[in-house]
């Protein structure tokens, strides 16, 4: 089956730094596009990144370009998330998601991950 395993998450001041993963498992990886989705507190879902099946081509929300930095392993089955810069805006549950397709299309994810944590507070 499909697993797909956020971590990383914590506490951070503004202005500090964290690197999420998504441990993959249950299907080529190396075959698919990954996405990361975050969701704040009383929020609905906002797209943050994404990134086609070779790291080649990478995407973001306005919002995170020049401060966040989507990567993959493929050797590894695992996709990061470097965030840089954090703002209390931040603040939300981080989500991994697997695309149906090897390319990024908007909204085309089929698996989830249950997420992880991220809360940017002086």
């Known amino acids: 089956e499909v697993q797909l395993v956020e971590s990383g998450g914590g506490l951070v001041q503004p202005g500090g730094s964290l690197r999420l993963s998504c441990a993959a498992s249950?299907?080529?990886?190396?075959?698919?596009?990954m996405s990361w989705i975050r969701q704040a507190p009383g929020k609905g879902l906002e797209w943050v990144s994404s990134?086609?099946?070779?790291?080649?081509?990478?995407y973001y929300a306005e919002s995170m370009k020049g401060r966040f930095t989507i990567s993959r392993d493929n050797a590894k089955n695992t996709l990061y998330l470097q965030m840089n810069s954090l703002e209390s805006d931040d603040t939300a549950v981080y989500f991994c998601?697997?695309?149906?397709?090897?390319?990024?299309?908007?909204?085309?994810?089929?698996?989830w991950g249950q997420g992880t944590q991220v809360t940017v507070s002086s």
């Open positions: 998601a697997k695309s149906i397709y090897d390319q990024v299309v908007a909204g085309q994810l089929d698996y």
């Open positions: 249950g299907f080529t990886f190396d075959d698919k596009a």
């Open positions: 990134i086609n099946w070779n790291g080649v081509n990478t």
